[in-house]
């Protein structure tokens, strides 16, 4: 187990931060985890409101008085110190769509489903560490630009179960590989691993299902071009209730509708 220090200090030399949004009635501060320039150590950030920076735009309350926070602070230390680099390492652009899909999915459980702190935690930590098993799966066929064949296909598909491994190392947060592992069913059953259908998924699962798709849609990739927050929600709609939960897409469009900047 890491014993490296859970809470840093904002400096000017402090960068790539990841802030998750929890809101907490107690308390006015971000957590997230946080990188040091020549130092391969990641951690979680916990600092007040008044020490973000102009460009830490994302601007919500989160905990520090949470049960699962405080146990699992070096369980928590040790995955990022474990887990980030090497996912960083592997692919930016993986590294960029994780966090990306963290704050959205975090932020929507928080804000919008006003769900409990500790199961927004969970599902924020889920979402971050949603496409880890990626880490199994050789770069050419991640970075393939033409179709997938079905063999091809095959094989990406593992990638929640790899991830559901690697996080399985990890004792103490069990509860976060459902959300994980099932962020690929569908609503009509024809997602994978397991097939399952409706509130049978996770709601961790269903929730990051939604911002992985946004993020992807609204983000340029080798195999497709950008589409505009509006084209990528019109096509959340149209596979709403087949793909995705149909609750959970219109509110998603009035959560993004207030939260744009995320």
Known sequence: MSTQPLLRESTPETHEI?????????TKGYVGFIHHPGRDQ??????????????QSIEIKTIHQIPLFHHLREEFSE?????????KAKDPELFRHSSRVHSLALSFAAKT?????????????AAFFH?????????????????LT????????????YGADILSEFKLIQNVIPSLYHHHERL?????????????IPLGARIIAIADAFEVMTSHRIYQKSRTPAQAMEELYEHAGTQFDAELVELFRTFYERSPHL
Do not use: C, M, W
Not at 188 to 200: E, H
């Open 18 to 26: 990841a802030l998750a949004p929890l809101q907490s009635e107690e």
């Open 79 to 87: 995955i990022f110190s474990n887990l980030v680099p090497v996912l």
């Open 188 to 200: 009509d059953g024809k997602g994978y691993p397991d097939g399952l259908r409706g509130k049978a």
């Open 42 to 55: 990641y951690g979680l950030l916990d600092l007040p409101q008044d020490k973000l920076t102009s460009q």
């Open 113 to 125: 489903l006003q769900l409990t702190e500790a199961e927004s935690l969970k599902i924020g930590l």
């Open 150 to 161: 079905r063999q091809e296909y095959e094989i990406i598909k593992n990638h929640p179960a």
């Open 131 to 147: 496409d880890v098993g990626k880490l199994h799966i050789d770069d050419n066929l991640l970075q393939k630009a033409s179709g």
